[in-house]
Nanobody, 122 residues
């Protein structure tokens, strides 16, 4: 397994941008597909985006497609989530996760970070 640490969250006005980072420890980062999930208060954790180990394949939730971009730098053991045109409904704790499959299902991921709060204000 890998250990994951997210950063980059914060408070931003609607329409603004943030870039989240997720740093992974260990030399096995390249073996994992990486996902971003989010969880708002009182709601279930939901899929945001996933990127394959090579970075070639990506997939997004419909609610963020065209606004968010997932990317990775295997040389730096880091995955990113660029979030543009943020909306109030994007407010949540954002988590990165590592898994063996390219999937939207949280249960399929092996390792999780501790999360970073993103708050979008009007």
């Amino acid at each position: 397994q890998v250990q994951l640490v997210e950063s980059g969250g914060g408070l931003v006005q609607a329409g603004g941008s943030l870039r989240l980072s997720c740093a992974a420890s260990g030399r096995t980062f390249m073996r994992y597909n990486m996902g971003w999930f989010r969880q708002a208060p009182g709601k279930e954790r939901e899929f945001v985006a996933v990127i394959s180990w090579s970075g070639i394949t990506t997939s997004y939730a419909g609610s963020v497609k065209g606004r968010f971009t997932i990317s990775r730098d295997n040389g730096k053991n880091t995955v990113y989530l660029q979030m543009n045109n943020l909306k109030l409904e994007d407010t949540a704790v954002y988590y990165c996760a590592a898994g063996r499959e390219i999937t939207t299902l949280p249960a399929s991921y092996e390792s999780w970070g501790q999360g970073t709060q993103v708050t979008v204000s009007s």
